[in-house]
């Protein structure tokens, strides 16, 4: 007789959207499932910005200990959130198709002052990746933290004199939160796997691994390991202002990348194009050019500078 798996989420609307769709697939595929809610420290703390938190995997360390200690057999994660270097003892067991990578701007009365020469606005977001591209973008505008759920962010665009917000259109898009007055950020780079839905059980647990496996998404697997490996190599994380994103076209890989000041005022970009059979090195590849470039050494420098 098959166990029942324990799925451990976070209790947000999204993260239980999340956790669903797994207990589905694994329903699917004969395995009975049961969802356990367990609250994150970045659930918890929802005032300070996550760059000043200063901690990897702020909403997935809870979860990490929960599935060590037994209490739940695998845990659902937005895979942007998850930390490059899994904690000892846990492994990835699949990845769901991705959604969709954007990055959106709810926007409040108008938009106008997207296309206006030296307009001043207020934007709010609580992602320094955001804030530096978006600075970069509009060096005029004022940037103000904007932390919670994402129903709780939508809330706050609402009762605050901000001009717009920023969200990742896929989790608004999957819990049918988009609202008519966003746009598509087609300029902004997304964070290395964004859109993406990453499980992740005990290295010891072959049959939560094996139920999972059987619905993971190669491409979407493979493109996000590319983005992962990209942040990796310089040494970034969900604090970062690193951004990356990989796609599987015509049996090749175009990977785009970027890396910004916290300030925006500096940028450097780079595109590279590999064989799918290439494939396997090209993130930690572009990583590896790119910390030879004399500009992109000096924007590392520059945040590195101000974290310490």
Not at 18 to 43: H, M, P, R
Not at 166 to 181: K, V
Not at 250 to 272: A, H, L, R, T
Request: some cysteine; charged content about 25%.
């Amino acid at each position: 007789m098959k166990p029942i798996l324990k799925i451990g989420t976070r209790e947000s609307e999204l993260a239980v959207w999340q956790a669903t769709q797994v207990q589905n697939l694994l329903n699917e595929n004969g395995f009975s499932s049961q969802l356990v809610y367990i609250k994150s420290e970045g659930d918890i703390d929802t005032v300070t910005p996550l760059y000043e938190l200063g901690v990897q995997g702020i909403f997935t360390k809870t979860l990490d200990a929960a599935l060590l200690n037994n209490k739940i057999d695998i845990a659902v994660h937005s895979m942007k959130d998850v930390p490059t270097q899994l904690a000892l003892g846990i492994q990835q067991a699949a990845v769901l198709k991705r959604g969709s990578y954007k990055d959106i701007l709810v926007y409040k009365n108008d938009k106008d002052f997207l296309t206006e020469n030296n307009s001043k606005a207020t934007i709010a977001t609580s992602s320094i990746r955001r804030k530096a591209q978006w600075l970069n973008m509009y060096p005029n505008h004022v940037i103000e933290n904007l932390r919670g759920n994402v129903n709780t962010r939508l809330k706050k665009v609402d009762n605050h004199e901000w001009n717009g917000a920023i969200f990742a259109a896929a989790g608004l898009e999957r819990i049918n939160l988009r609202p008519q007055n966003s746009i598509d950020l087609d300029w902004m780079l997304p964070a290395p796997a964004q859109g993406a839905i990453m499980i992740v059980c005990r290295e010891n647990d072959s049959v939560s691994f094996l139920a999972c496996k059987t619905f993971n998404d190669d491409d979407t697997a493979l493109c996000t390991k590319i983005e992962r490996d990209f942040l990796r190599t310089l040494l970034g994380g969900c604090s970062t202002p690193i951004s990356a994103l990989a796609e599987l076209k015509n049996d090749k890989i175009i990977f785009k990348g970027n890396i910004c000041s916290p300030d925006g005022k500096q940028k450097f970009d780079m595109e590279k194009e590999f064989l799918l059979s290439d494939a396997d090195k090209l993130g930690e590849t572009a990583a590896k050019e790119l910390l030879q470039n004399i500009q992109a050494k000096n924007i590392i420098h520059t945040i590195r500078n101000e974290k310490n």
